[in-house]
């Protein structure tokens, strides 16, 4: 364990894993200057009162890309199916599923 007490083997080994943590760092400096924007930031000057009126504007005018999208399944993806009210109705008249698939469920033989 004396490799981690020498300091210049501390310093090696915080450049190795900078890779690692540098863009955490960043993303939370961004974050913070952005969430401290109305007061000019963590080190800048606040702002006048025409730059307050255009931070509290949208960012942006263009449409949410976060969108719902149905999960579509095998079937309805075969079909073409594009929306969740699209689904085909279920048909009264469709195959029996499981042992009564043959339309008609057979009586238990007996073991010989």
Known sequence: MDFFQDS????????LTAPLWLPV?????????WMLRDEGGV???PPSDREREELQKPLSSAE??????????PFDRQRGVRTLGARPEA???E??????RSGKIKQPTRFR
Do not use: C, H, M, Y
């Not at 760092?25 to 200057?33: G, Q």
């Open 43 to 45: 080190f800048g000057q």
């Open 95 to 100: 195959e029996p599923r499981g042992f009564a």
């Open 64 to 73: 949410d890309p976060l969108v719902e999208e149905p999960i579509l399944t």
């Open 25 to 33: 760092l960043k993303s939370l400096w961004e974050e913070i200057n």
């Open 8 to 15: 210049n083997a501390r310093f090696f080994i915080l450049l």
């Open 91 to 93: 048909k009264t008249e």
